[in-house]
């Protein structure tokens, strides 16, 4: 699969890259002139101490007892003692000066790569016809703290001509089933105030029978409401989709047929989630279960296979409905379009501090791998594993398939809302070098190859 190519270049990106080396030049040339020959002992000592510190990290999460809390300690200390090396070599303010240069050089290299057609980014949008006559809404009081009754969205909701079906009783809900009787009783709309497990549940019945879906963002974390770029502070805004919205059409990732709206997590995370204790105490339960799982002495081998890659024996595996931003294995970043038609997946695989350490050189580092595929396979050395979908934990049968079913979600959302922010460029030195340069040069290059590495 290929990306698209690149925008022509403009005259203000190429005159940002040009800026970006010269700055870049500016803080190699200030330590130079400041520090002389001391320059290249400073600049061993940082990186030494970066190297330290992360391999101390590494310990810290993969050992216990008294090594656990001496590699906290060394983990503290390297870049304070990095500072006081700096100081007493009255270098202190030269590195910060530096730094700050070399900062300013990163901002303009990534405004450089930024530029071009901003719409290839924004989902687009149509308008939300016709009109919804029986909107029905499900929500969970007891999601992010009781934010349906703060907000009182039940009672603005019906203003707005919705039924709205309360989960409030102590027994278990079946939301799929009551998304089923709501359609069967005429409903032509279906949302959700609650947790993006919820939300996949309903959007699941919405896709199926072709009806508009409202997300409500009255969860804790409102991933998939913050990549619509919904009102996560105030989610009675998002009601504004029923009177004055526009319809998105959104993918939705599968799993073994189960529907995700975010991501679905193997390995570590599962494992630690899993775990009866995770819910009380999580902190402890996560340090207790990291060690046996970096180490390989807990949990399934796994192995990935999406076309001609394959992940093999990965700690940790992210797949996403729709690619997270670079590198991201914890699911934490934003997603700027879910209209990709693709799964974003994300492996690690550290065994050691000297992989640990090995991870700054990014996706290419061996421990660190990213793919993008339309179907992934996970199989493992065991017949079921713990699998986090959507943040909640289930045990799966193996071999788990992971899919995409590209735009079947038509999702409604409010036309004036925060919205999504411009994803970040990865700076791409061989195409800033490109940009920068006096020469005529070819204003897009060829597409980019989906399976990196």
């Not at 709501?182 to 029978?209: N, W």
């Not at 394959?310 to 700690?315: H, L, S, V």
């Amino acid at each position: 699969m290929l990306g698209p190519p690149e925008t022509p270049a403009t005259p203000s990106q190429r005159w940002l890259a040009r800026l970006s080396f010269a700055l870049a030049a500016l803080a190699v040339v200030i330590v130079a002139v400041f520090a002389g020959l001391k320059s290249f002992a400073m600049l061993a000592v940082a990186l030494a101490g970066a190297v330290v510190a992360i391999a101390a990290a590494y310990f810290f999460l993969s050992r216990r007892g008294m090594w656990r809390w001496l590699s906290l300690a060394v983990l503290v200390l390297a870049p304070i003692a990095v500072i006081v090396a700096y100081a007493f070599a009255s270098l202190l303010l030269v590195a910060i000066v530096s730094a700050a240069v070399w900062l300013l050089a990163g901002v303009t290299a990534r405004s450089a790569l930024a530029g071009g057609d901003q719409a290839d980014w924004r989902m687009p949008e149509r308008p939300a016809l016709p009109p919804a006559s029986r909107p029905y809404l499900i929500m969970n009081p007891r999601s992010g703290g009781g934010k349906v009754e703060k907000f009182d969205l039940k009672r603005k909701a019906e203003d707005m001509g919705a039924e709205v079906f309360l989960m409030s009783g102590p027994e278990q809900v079946d939301v799929a089933e009551v998304a089923r009787q709501a359609i069967a009783g005429g409903a032509d709309l279906l949302g959700v105030a609650g947790g993006d497990g919820t939300q996949a549940l309903v959007a699941d019945i919405a896709a199926e029978h072709g009806l508009p879906f409202i997300v409500i963002s009255a969860g804790t974390r409102n991933h998939f409401a913050l990549d619509l770029g919904l009102d996560r502070e105030d989610p009675s805004a998002c009601l504004d989709a029923l009177s004055d919205g526009v319809e998105l059409a959104v993918d939705l990732g599968r799993i073994n047929g189960q529907v995700f709206v975010n991501n679905a997590s193997f390995g570590a995370y599962a494992e630690v989630v899993e775990t009866p204790s995770y819910r009380d105490d999580k902190l402890n339960t996560t340090l207790n279960l990291l060690p046996d799982l970096l180490q390989g002495h807990r949990g399934a081998r796994l192995c990935a296979r999406a076309d001609n890659a394959e992940i093999m024996g990965p700690q940790a595996l992210l797949v996403a409905n729709n690619p997270y931003g670079t590198g991201d294995i914890a699911g934490l970043s934003r997603r700027a379009r879910l209209d990709r038609g693709v799964l974003g997946v994300v492996g690690v695989k550290v065994h050691s501090a000297r992989q640990a350490v090995g991870l700054l050189r990014g996706t290419r580092g061996g421990g660190l791998r990213a793919l993008i595929t339309t179907q992934i396979e996970i199989t493992a050395d065991a017949p079921q594993i713990p699998v986090g979908v959507d943040g909640e934990a289930i045990m799966m049968s193996t071999p788990v398939t992971c899919t995409v079913s590209p735009g079947v979600l038509r999702v409604w959302v409010p036309r004036n809302r925060p919205g999504v922010p411009a994803p970040k460029p990865v700076v791409n030195w061989a195409r800033l070098r490109q940009l920068a340069s006096f020469r005529k040069q070819p204003d897009a290059r060829p597409p980019l190859e989906a399976v990196p590495g």
